[in-house]
């Protein structure tokens, strides 16, 4: 018997997620619904339906927000549960990344969204001047973050550091698939930064196929939950984008 918390038992259940994702038809078939409860209910019938659980007509943008950012802890936390101990920190260290803009807002004297200082995740930090941010920032559970407020634009790299501290064994070896999996996202976001307007879509659906194929050579390698990882953060951006983009702009042409 396989047991949970081991890399055996880790690949079966990321491997049975994985196949269960989205095909290229069905975003289609979903990106041409004009109306957000409509693509609401055709998103609660396929294997997107995790992503929108909890989620009505009737909510709001920040609600939409709120609750994918849920979902996604959610995620990362299951992940973390099947995995050996050793890698749960590097693992959990993942579910921070969706609040990285929202920090970098504030850090850069941005005015806290009204929500924000009601989400507990937030609210202290929230509450007081932004002078004052940064001590309550060091003394929470993002605290490796705190280095970053002076330097907003550090703040993805300053991430990236911890989660290298974090992970049991450190990276070296070119042949190693969590090494190729930092090459392969230092590529796409040297190429994003670069890209002209409008090629976004085409090269996240590159590095998609890329780590779909790494994926499958990473076989009992630790480095398969954070591709699936990478892989679903790509799935719920796009997600993100269709549900916030019918809701916003209701009335604009689908292409």
């Known amino acids: 018997m396989i047991e949970c918390g081991s890399l055996e038992y880790a690949q079966a259940r990321l491997q049975s997620r994985h196949g269960q994702r989205a095909t290229e038809a069905q975003w289609q078939q979903l990106e041409s619904i004009r109306e957000f409860a409509a ?3 055709a998103t609660r019938t396929g294997p997107l339906r995790p992503w929108v659980a909890g989620l ?3 909510a709001a943008a920040q609600v939409i927000e ?10 990362v936390a299951e992940i973390v549960a099947w995995m050996p101990g050793a890698w749960h920190g590097a693992l959990a260290w993942c ?3 969706p609040e990285l803009p929202l920090l970098q807002h504030l850090a ?6 009204a929500w924000m200082q009601q989400d507990p995740r937030w609210r202290e930090l929230c509450a007081l001047p932004h002078g004052e941010r940064a001590a309550v920032l060091a003394r929470g559970p993002w605290r490796a973050l705190a280095r970053a407020w002076s330097a907003p634009a ?11 501290r974090r ?8 042949d190693d698939s969590l090494w190729q999996l930092m090459a392969a996202l230092r590529l796409h976001g040297a190429a994003f930064a670069g890209a002209p307007p409008g090629s976004g879509t085409p090269l996240r659906r590159a590095l998609q196929v890329r780590l779909s194929l790494l994926m499958r050579r990473a076989t009992l390698e630790p480095a398969v939950a954070f591709i699936h990882l990478v892989l679903s953060a790509l799935e719920l951006e796009r997600l993100r ?4 983009g019918r809701k916003l702009f209701a009335n604009a042409k689908v292409a």
């Open 39 to 41: 693509l609401l209910d």
């Open 56 to 58: 009505t007509a009737q």
């Open 66 to 75: 709120a609750t994918l950012r849920a979902h996604w802890h959610a995620a």
């Open 95 to 97: 579910a921070v990344l």
């Open 108 to 113: 850069r004297g941005g005015a806290p969204e």
């Open 154 to 164: 550090t703040l993805a790299s300053v991430w990236q550091d911890e989660w290298r």
């Open 167 to 174: 992970l049991p064994q450190p990276l070296h070896d070119t």
């Open 241 to 244: 984008g269709e549900l916030l």
